[in-house]
């Protein structure tokens, strides 16, 4: 009994031993969490440079009130004055038309590829040509529809063209993103409603979509973010308008990249050059506002535990 108690003291010292961090753990902790740190704080450097650099040379722009409500019509690159507004309008209703295509046809084939198509030739088919759609460059996109638009049927370069080029673009962005955020819905919500007797398709829209919809959402904007500063499609498929033209299938139109496009030749002069930055500036606050507006669509519109 002594011998036991006595060897008692010594055994509860070695597991609280092994129980507790070495150093070279608690060094290889710290140096991987300063790691992490620098590489962030070296991926935050160029975003950081890139806004503040925009905001300085762009911000008294936008402080005018013209900027919002004026176009460049009759503004010559040695001008001050006019504003943004066919650029602006150019820009969301551009921007709108690929949405209200790209959007369906990307959710509808995200809810096959996870919901119908798990295993089969088709859905392999599909996944495939999404993944080459994704390293499509923007201008390939431009001239595909140029050959078809043009070419072959004869319209005119027009902003709808435009959208139809950028609908290529944010097709892949879209869809993959919704089918992750799908894929992440818990099968046990779609057995639960099975087993209530509710249709495959009923699931899906009442239950699997709303349970994903914010992560959709968030798709959605992170393809608009990319489509909407895109210019080769621009520069091909439609022709810079300093006047406000609102009709996507009629004339030229202004956007907010060939606005900045069509002034960066003459930096040298600080009327366009003051142009150039405030444009690129009201296209962040723009994707900005966007992406605001869609989290709070999500955030209001997902389903509430009760």
Do not use: C
Request: proline fraction near 4%.
């Amino acid at each position: 009994m002594t011998a036991i108690a006595e060897n008692k003291p010594a055994f509860e010292g070695q597991a609280l031993d092994l129980s507790g961090k070495s150093g070279a753990r608690a060094f290889k902790n710290t140096l991987a969490t300063v790691l992490i740190g620098l590489a962030f704080i070296l991926a935050m450097i160029p975003l950081v440079w890139i806004l503040v650099t925009v905001i300085s040379k762009g911000y008294h722009l936008l402080l005018s009130a013209d900027w919002w409500t004026q176009s460049q019509r009759g503004i010559t690159v040695r001008r001050e004055g006019g504003g943004a507004y066919h650029a602006i309008m150019g820009t969301l209703i551009m921007a709108l038309i690929t949405a209200l295509i790209a959007v369906p046809i990307a959710v509808m084939g995200a809810i096959f590829l996870v919901e119908y198509g798990k295993g089969t030739k088709a859905a392999r088919v599909v996944s495939f040509m999404i993944d080459i759609l994704t390293g499509v460059p923007s201008i390939v996109a431009a001239l595909f529809i140029y050959a078809v638009w043009i070419t072959v049927f004869g319209f005119n370069r027009v902003g709808f063209a435009v959208s139809l080029a950028l609908v290529l673009l944010m097709l892949p962005v879209v869809l993959r993103s919704t089918e992750e955020m799908l894929k992440l819905v818990p099968d046990e919500l779609r057995e639960a409603s099975y087993a209530l007797g509710v249709p495959k398709w009923k699931t899906i829209l009442k239950v699997v979509v709303p349970t994903a919809f914010g992560g959709i959402v968030t798709g959605v904007m992170l393809g608009l973010a990319r489509v909407m500063g895109e210019t080769a499609p621009l520069l091909i498929l439609v022709g810079y308008s300093k006047n406000i033209n609102l009709n996507p299938f009629n004339g030229f139109m202004g956007a907010l990249p060939t606005m900045i496009n069509q002034d960066r030749t003459e930096l040298a002069l600080q009327p366009a050059a003051d142009r150039v930055w405030a444009a690129a500036l009201t296209l962040i606050l723009l994707v900005l506002v966007l992406n605001v507006l869609a989290r709070l669509i999500a955030r209001f519109s997902a389903i509430k535990s009760k």
